[in-house]
């Protein structure tokens, strides 16, 4: 990482961050080839959100941790680009939970589970956390889900009543709101196909969602109702907002 | 590419596409390590465009070739991206111009130099062409600029009084500009320093764009007055017009 990317103070800084993280990771074969597209996309959604957790980001991220808090078996899943931009975050959330972390990757390669599996094992390990990391012998599947993005644990993900899913594909958001799961969704495009299937969205950037529920979990914020189209329509018109704001006549 | 990408008929072909041609030209050296994210961003306001070109794009299209028709010395400068994207088309609108092309990168090796201008030599070759590749002994400054991206051609980007920039950095686009030359911008984003500096702006995806440009410029369309800010405001009220459309509540 360049010397003006290493520098906190500089305005680009958690920009920088996180493509060296990503750059890192593609080095260390973990990611899948459309990782870095995937985040392009991204980067141009928390522009419009001015790169900042809005409101009722905020709002979305308190009601997750608490339904996170409240789950009888709770579990985050985890693929490549998460692991990249964010492992040790997820890893201290799972700490927090008591929870496992369980590695669900959509291109599903034995080179790339290894890679994912001993990244994480040896963050868990560095930073003494302990936490449970599945996905290396899955033994069960996702319904309405075909071929290796179906691959589960049984007692993981087949077995949670709550589940956080960061950057997931729609299909299988969906698949996961069929079962009858709380399915928590991290999603910088309000109109993204898993953003609207989730039970509770979070339209905010990885990292800052991150270390927001960090902060949140361990108060222990009871559940309230969460209206998800309220959440989405705020986001939405913060965006539109924002956008409509650039006045060029 | 996968089946599915080969037939024209799949709704995501053309984004699929773009993808593929840009893989192939990673393998080959002749991207930048930042190229995926920045085409990811791309993808993201195409989406918001709707994967069209919109009326106000192809007016800016038109007033574009009308000023590459009139120029003197009008001159394309490309870079990785694009070589990618749309090599071939962007090699034909040369050729139509009977101007030359030149390769003007912001992260300047010369590996990367050598691939894209192999990569384009051979194009130029196999479509018998014969549209000239400059790029390969730049013995010009951009004034204004620091570095290896500053240098060019003195009788190519120096010398033009219109230049045709896709995918265009800010800070080079605003030097062309104080250069005194017309600097016709493709680029995704109505709020990027890019489409701002432009003296015409086409808010569209690069390979729609070459394509119109292959259709009009032969029509030799007379150059009108063009209001650059019209064109923006009509491109990002389209954008934030179909985004409020998307209605949660």
């Known amino acids: 990482?360049?010397?003006?990317?290493?520098?906190?103070?500089?305005?680009?800084?958690?920009?920088?961050l996180m493509r060296y993280r990503l750059e890192?990771?593609?080095?260390?074969?973990?990611?899948?080839?459309?990782a870095m597209i995937a985040h392009g996309r991204g980067e141009a959604f928390d522009y419009l959100l001015g790169e900042q957790t809005i409101p009722s980001a905020y709002e979305a991220t308190k009601a997750a941790a608490a339904r996170l808090v409240a789950a009888k078996n709770p579990i985050i899943s985890l693929n490549g680009n998460v692991v990249a931009l964010a492992g040790e975050e997820m890893l201290r959330i799972a700490a927090l939970l008591k929870c496992p972390v369980e590695i669900n990757i959509f291109y599903r390669t034995p080179e790339r589970m290894?890679?994912?599996?001993?990244?994480?094992?040896?963050?868990s390990d560095e930073l003494n956390l302990n936490v449970e990391i599945l996905g290396?012998?899955?033994?069960?599947?996702i319904p309405g889900l075909e071929g290796p993005r179906a691959k589960c644990h049984a007692a993981g993900i087949l077995a949670c009543d709550v589940i956080l899913v960061p950057l997931e594909d729609g299909d299988r958001c969906?698949?996961?709101?069929?079962?009858?799961?709380q399915v928590l969704v991290i999603d910088l495009n309000p109109l993204s196909r898993s953003?609207?299937?989730g039970s509770v969205t979070m339209v905010d950037e990885l990292s800052r969602v991150a270390n927001n529920l960090i902060e949140i979990i361990p108060k222990q914020p009871d559940?309230?109702?969460?209206?998800?189209n309220v959440g989405l329509q705020?986001?939405?018109d913060h965006i539109v907002k924002s956008m409509g704001n650039n006045i060029f006549l």
Do not use: T
């Not at 969906?174 to 799961?181: D, F, H, P, R, T």
């Open 1 to 16: 990482m360049g010397k003006h990317a290493a520098d906190p103070s500089h305005p680009r800084y958690r920009s920088l």
């Open 24 to 34: 890192e990771a593609a080095e260390k074969g973990m990611l899948a080839g459309s």
């Open 114 to 123: 290894k890679a994912l599996l001993d990244h994480l094992n040896g963050l």
């Open 136 to 141: 290396a012998s899955p033994d069960g599947k």
């Open 174 to 181: 969906e698949a996961l709101v069929s079962m009858g799961k």
């Open 195 to 197: 953003a609207k299937m």
């Open 223 to 228: 559940v309230e109702e969460w209206n998800n």
């Open 234 to 236: 705020s986001a939405l």
